[in-house]
């Protein structure tokens, strides 16, 4: 995955669970330095001075503290924000297994990859961590686990399945009797669809819009606000231009429709000097006495209307 990574994209890596470094350390190495981000996680802050003093010169490496039994967002974690997830013997110390690879689907762009090291027997961890009750009693997924926290190796890729994974990929020791002991895991999260853009906002069903423009400079604004308003059919435009009488207007509004808008466009600019200034404000003045006018005169009992500009 490393080789054959785009050179123009940044491999963003996550590692939760990371203790004392031990995946950490084989996989460093084999990043490429120049345009890798990896962060270093565990949910203890005890383990983390000591690698930042073990993995000093790889300075494309941070270190903070993840919870997996916490929403990632709630802990300032981006959803879809990596590219790769690896995870070695952490993901079962999630107290809800399912509940903990739905979180790590959501941190992965879609199409990225968790990579996982899981051990199968209790026994396998015991010289590490002895008989702790966190190791047999620290979930709170009986149905799936009804024993120890750790999930048999048959039963990891159907559940990974139903978290949306797919292309599992599962390995274990190359020696038989060791198989079912431990399992090297790859799968790819899902591959979620773009949401369509939102629509562009429209009146109620039956509206009609009557544009007035102010200068001839506003006509290709008000073409492009016609044509989104009529796009789905719904909705009646018409157009008129300010200096033209108040009575054209009533005509060109037409059949009452279910609800009036009158929408004024007005040009982006103010002429300089008094007298200027003075002219222009009286001329907008009688502009919005024609548009009230055009209103009052039009409308027929019960009929609603909206102004805007």
């Known amino acids: 995955m490393a080789r054959r990574w ?40 005890y383990f983390l001075p000591r690698a930042q003093q073990r993995f000093a010169r790889y300075d494309f490496v941070r270190y903070r503290t993840f919870d997996l039994d916490v929403d990632p967002v709630e802990q300032g974690l981006a959803e879809g924000g990596f590219d790769l997830v690896v995870a070695a013997n952490s993901l079962h ?31 396998a961890l015991i010289p590490w ?45 190359d020696r038989a009797s060791d198989l079912t002991s431990a399992s090297v895991m790859l799968a790819t999260a899902p591959r979620k669809p773009r949401e369509p853009p939102p629509e562009p906002p429209v009146g109620p069903r ?18 492009s606000v016609a044509e989104l308003l009529t796009a789905d059919g719904r909705h009646a435009v018409r157009r008129v231009r300010a200096d033209e009488d108040v009575r054209e207007w009533r005509q060109e509004i037409g059949e009452p ?31 919005l006495r024609g548009l009230a006018q055009a209103r009052e005169g039009r409308l027929p009992q019960g009929r609603t209307s909206n102004c805007g500009w």
């Open 93 to 123: 110390t999630g107290k809800d297994l399912t509940a903990t690879l739905e979180r790590i689907a959501a941190l992965l762009a879609p199409g990225g990859r968790l990579l996982s090291i899981e051990h199968h027997h209790p026994e």
């Open 6 to 45: 785009p050179a123009d994209r940044p491999l963003r890596v996550l590692e939760v669970g990371a203790g004392t470094g031990g995946l950490t350390g084989a996989l460093l190495p084999v990043l490429p330095a120049d345009r890798t981000t990896y962060l270093y996680t565990d949910v203890s802050a």
């Open 129 to 173: 961590f002895g008989f702790l009750d966190s190791l047999l009693h620290h979930h709170t997924d009986h149905e799936l686990r009804p024993g120890a926290i750790l999930l048999p190796r048959e039963e990891w890729p159907p559940l990974l399945e139903r978290c949306g994974f797919t292309d599992l990929v599962q390995t274990g020791d």
């Open 257 to 287: 429709a279910e609800d009036l808008h009158l929408v004024l466009v007005l040009a982006d600019r103010a002429p300089s000097g008094v007298a200027g200034l003075t002219e222009h404000t009286a001329r907008r003045a009688t502009l």
């Open 206 to 223: 039956g509206a009609a819009f009557v544009l007035v423009t102010e200068e001839p400079a506003e006509e290709s604004l008000a073409d």
